[in-house]
């Protein structure tokens, strides 16, 4: 037997040995979420005034990272993220952040194609008998980040669950330091019940479009949670996963025994996912399940695999939609809030697949923090707003008050079933704009 233990051994250091692979000018990666170290990024931070432009890389913190904590003012550490969630947005808004645009999908390539990685640092499962650590609940681009790493350090955590897929693991051959981290238990986001009445509502007309073997893609957020509470009570059957966000409503789905994955067209019979965050009951549901396939984003996320299955269906949320239908999900005006990620991927697979459905959900007003009601389908962009998909990929759009398939709809089409949509106390003023923009019909009725 080779001896992978004794490799282990040599290569077993402390973090504050370990980060001295970091040199001043590198580009650190430090992989997503559950993957960002937490031993390795404090023994980095205490480098600060010895270090200097040190650009780091992660995606979706679950917790404020040492380094932004010990240099706030981004003097020694630019601290960057390619998807923020409330951690990442919080220190965007402090000026201690920067976003890395990118379809989500296409993430693992521009590490193996264009990106430099100095040093890679991620924590991971303990070795296997065979020498292998897990990616555990985050797949994504751990892998390609780290083929590409000049210097790959791994921070072992017991806590974290091995997990079954490809590109899920790393071989302690490829590895050129281990620390022993403090075993902290995964970030756990418990599931809450604070679905509205409006959610509601629109989870309905949702339902309503799903069928027995539909495979299911689950955005984050209320509206996709009561759409996944809402089919664990309903009468569909052998619904299917292909996602890139393992959330708790699969879970549920799985113990209504609604999720069997038998009627997919590929990967049958598992439930296929690239990151994982929700709560500790979940993670369990995850733990060495061979039900659930781990892969990477550049697979689960391409339009050409997802398509491969029928009836393939994406809920996902939006913050806001103009008259042309271009729909913005990733910024209010100037004001970052996330992130493309991988919705386009899901609007253009579920399109490809026969029978493929993609949906995306808003309630038709919000309260401003001004206390101002306002309509979230408006005349054009607020400036300075992001479009995440172009009035070009149809989607079916739903509110409180309807759906509406975009696809092959005229502009005054699009303006006259998008106000239908609209709260009606903001449809006058939304037919006035329509008309000055010259995509209203004078015959039009709403």
């Not at 990442?88 to 194609?113: A, M, W």
């Not at 009468?235 to 409503?249: A, P």
């Not at 025994?257 to 067209?265: A, E, I």
Request: glycine content about 8%; some cysteine; aromatic content about 8%.
């Amino acid at each position: 037997m080779i001896d992978y233990a004794g490799e282990y051994k040599k290569k077993l250091v402390s973090a504050d040995k370990a980060v001295q692979a970091v040199k001043p000018g590198d580009w650190v990666d430090y992989g997503m979420a559950h993957s960002i170290p937490i031993a390795l990024d404090k023994a980095l931070a205490g480098r600060k005034d010895e270090l200097r432009d040190i650009k780091v890389r992660a995606c979706l913190s679950l917790q404020v990272p040492e380094i932004v904590k010990a240099d706030p003012q981004g003097e020694t550490f630019t601290y960057q993220s390619w998807h923020f969630g409330g951690v990442d947005r919080k220190l965007y808004n402090q000026g201690s952040c920067f976003f890395i645009p990118l379809l989500y999908r296409d993430q693992p390539g521009y590490y193996r194609n264009d990106l430099d990685v100095d040093v890679a640092m991620i924590r991971v499962t303990p070795m296997d008998r065979h020498g292998y650590f897990g990616f555990s609940l985050m797949n994504s681009s751990n892998a390609a980040i780290l083929e590409k790493a000049k210097t790959v350090i791994l921070e072992v955590n017991e806590n974290l669950p091995p997990v079954y897929g490809f590109e899920e693991c790393i071989h302690i051959s490829q590895v050129d330091f281990v620390v022993e981290g403090n075993n902290e238990m995964p970030v756990a986001t418990p599931v809450q019940s604070n679905a509205t009445e409006t959610d509601r509502k629109i989870a309905e007309y949702v339902i309503e479009e799903i069928e027995d073997g539909s495979v299911l893609q689950l955005g984050i957020g209320s509206l996709p949670d009561t759409v996944g509470h809402m089919i664990a009570q309903s009468d569909l059957k052998d619904l299917g996963m292909h996602t890139e966000m393992l959330v708790d409503s699969y879970y549920e789905l799985y113990k209504a025994g609604k999720l069997t994955n038998r009627r997919k067209q590929i990967d049958r019979g598992k439930g296929v996912w690239t990151f994982c965050v929700g709560s500790a009951e979940l993670y369990e549901w995850v733990r060495e399940n061979r039900g659930l396939l781990s892969a990477p984003v550049s697979y689960c996320n391409s339009p050409e695999v997802m398509a491969q299955n029928d009836k393939m269906v994406g809920i996902n949320n939006c913050i806001e939609m103009d008259l042309f239908g271009q729909i913005c999900s990733e910024s209010a005006g100037y004001r970052h809030i996330t992130g493309t990620g991988g919705q386009m991927d899901f609007v253009q697979g579920c399109r490809k697949s026969r029978g493929g459905k993609c949906f995306v959900c808003m309630s038709s007003v919000f309260e401003g923090k001004d206390g101002v009601t306002r309509s979230r389908i408006v005349p054009v962009m607020q400036e300075g707003g992001i479009v995440t998909d172009p009035r070009s990929f149809p989607v079916c759009v739903v509110t409180e008050f309807g759906k509406l398939n975009t696809a092959g709809l005229s502009t005054w089409e699009r303006a006259e079933g998008l106000i239908s949509l609209a709260h009606p106390d903001f449809r006058e003023e939304l037919i006035a704009a329509a008309e000055k923009m010259k995509i209203w019909r004078r015959s039009n009725k709403i």
